[in-house]
């Protein structure tokens, strides 16, 4: 069922109100499920070691919440965490606890959708590469040429789309990040579509970076785009991981 856009003014700017309250509900939702994540998976694993994932898993949502912005994902900081701690146990030095980030199992974290109702790989069937030059501290993400009625995948009335992209160099020592990130234009789903997007960071790193790619879809009305909210709004996957 379509729903009708409601807008708010103030100060004479128009505001989409359910982009408001989406927003909203969306930190009020990784609040309660943080909250309630933490308690149920405190008694599956030793202190320690829960402590140590739930801090890289948060360093990864912080380090794109840009991107993740008005993003609604119920179980995505859950899901993230086993995601970590899988790939934690994957390093075979340490075959009975929790092993060391390295490059090997840093990569299991290539695929990983931040909305699973809307995965990359099912909304988007056209290609791309990404390129990393850790020398010039460049990042580029290449989309050929496509169709946005045959290549994409989406619900209701969509007459535009934005390609997001970003780049984060992480410290799992320090616990800090560095993150770009570019977005394309409003591209009309009617004409074939090209996209390239440069991202920058600090040349020479030796820092893991960790890329991600999303699509949004919007409703152009009047004169304003729309963010349109079905289904977690927005695709957003981890798509490569240099170490």
Request: charged residues 25%.
């Amino acid at each position: 069922m379509e729903t009708g856009i409601c807008v708010l003014y103030v100060c004479d700017e128009q505001i989409d109100i359910n982009v408001l309250l989406s927003s909203i509900s969306f930190f009020i939702m990784r609040i309660h499920t943080t909250i309630t994540n933490k308690q149920s998976t405190k008694n599956r694993i030793p202190q320690a070691d829960f402590d140590r994932v739930h801090k890289y898993s948060t360093l990864i949502c912080d380090a794109f919440h840009k991107p993740l912005f008005n993003l609604e994902e119920q179980h995505l900081d859950c899901r993230l965490f086993w995601r970590v701690f899988n790939l934690l146990r994957s390093d075979k030095q340490y075959p009975a606890a929790l092993g060391k980030i390295t490059s090997d199992n840093l990569k299991l974290l290539e695929g990983f959708d931040f909305n699973k109702r809307k995965p990359l790989y099912r909304t988007f069937n056209g290609r791309y590469d990404v390129s990393i030059n850790r020398n010039k501290g460049v990042c580029m993400l290449n989309i050929p040429a496509f169709d946005p009625v045959r290549d994409l995948r989406w619900e209701g009335r969509v007459t535009h789309i934005k390609i997001l992209a970003a780049a984060a160099v992480l410290d799992f020592r320090s616990m800090k990040f560095l993150t770009t990130s570019e977005e394309s234009g409003f591209l009309d789903v009617q004409q074939l579509t090209t996209t390239s997007l440069k991202l920058s960071f600090p040349a020479r790193t030796r820092r893991p970076i960790v890329v991600v790619m999303g699509i949004e879809f919007y409703q152009f009305v009047g004169s304003r785009y729309f963010l349109r909210q079905q289904d977690g709004a927005k695709s957003l996957t981890i798509v490569k991981v240099s170490f």
